[in-house]
């Protein structure tokens, strides 16, 4: 009898405790800020350099409790202090927010101003082997044509998990998180990756500005955006326009301007966007488009070499 009281006494105490912890994991769910707290000079600030106004200091001024989220000209980031490096005039937009307990929340975007262009932030090789140089222009094709030849790549598309970036793929630098791994898929193999097409072509210039066209011949729609790269990290944010890519994929994609440049050479070019889970009811990962150049194509199709797919 003793044995059964303590059983029941013990119960109610466990009852009695996970009672007085549920509040506290309410409370600790809730929002505590609003969008309206995070306004430019209370929760951050945007200041442009001393000595050189074309680079722009972008800084938190939040409780470091608070990770801290930016969406900038060139890209996205979550460091207390972020800097911009920015070779063109123009207005650009910055979106900054917070990671709360119970959720993100952002503030209204804000926009800066840089006046004249800076040559030297455009010197860096990835400029110029995307563009072709200052004043200059370069096309890209997917590598996947309409008889379903892939000239250099095993296909249009390869995967990479959310931690990979220029660093994992050209094996310079650490992986961004624990989630490192790569599928390169054939498309013979698997062709239904997206179908063999002609699928336009996409064209970067540095004419006046860092512009891009591109036009999807196999979604049926013409884009006129900029870009904007940021070289240390090799990411790059498209403005008005997006990669060439697959009317599979179309729909799997909340944002088809936040790229990372994950190879990029003379000749071929590779550059991921992230799958959304909810959206393709598929784990997040990398969805990396495989391109060729122009005069790359044009050197094949005339009787040039191949030295094989790309490793």
Request: charged share 20%.
């Amino acid at each position: 009898m003793k044995k059964i009281l303590h059983a029941v006494m013990a119960l109610i105490a466990l009852m009695t405790m996970a009672g007085a912890c549920s509040p506290e994991k309410y409370a600790l769910g809730e929002i505590d800020l609003s969008p309206a707290q995070l306004t430019e000079g209370k929760s951050y600030r945007i200041e442009h350099d001393a000595n050189n106004p074309n680079i722009v200091y972008l800084t938190s001024l939040m409780d470091p409790k608070y990770t801290a989220l930016w969406e900038h000209p060139q890209g996205r980031s979550q460091d207390k202090k972020v800097t911009l490096k920015m070779p063109f005039p123009g207005e650009y937009t910055v979106k900054f927010g917070v990671e709360t307990r119970g959720g993100v929340v952002y503030g209204e975007p804000v926009s800066f101003k840089i006046d004249a262009m800076y040559a030297e932030f455009i010197s860096d090789e990835t400029w110029t082997l995307l563009t072709g140089g200052a004043g200059q222009e370069k096309t890209w094709f997917l590598d996947l044509d309409a008889a379903g030849v892939s000239r250099h790549f095993k296909g249009p598309m390869y995967f990479y998990g959310t931690g990979d970036w220029w660093g994992t793929v050209n094996k310079t630098g650490e992986p961004l998180n624990s989630d490192s791994w790569s599928w390169e898929p054939d498309w013979k193999g698997n062709s239904w990756l997206m179908p063999a097409g002609d699928y336009g072509r996409m064209t970067f210039d540095l004419k006046g500005g860092a512009n891009v066209n591109v036009n999807h011949a196999m979604l049926g729609k013409v884009q006129k955006g900029v870009f904007n790269i940021d070289t240390e990290k090799k990411t790059m944010r498209m403005t008005g326009a997006s990669p060439l890519h697959g009317k599979p994929q179309d729909g799997i994609v909340v944002d088809w301007g936040d790229v990372r440049i994950m190879s990029l050479t003379k000749n071929t070019m590779q550059l991921a966007v992230l799958r959304d889970p909810v959206l393709s009811n598929d784990g997040a990962a990398m969805l990396t488009f495989n391109f060729i150049s122009k005069e790359y194509k044009e050197s094949l199709d005339q009787g040039g070499s191949e030295s094989g797919p790309a490793k």
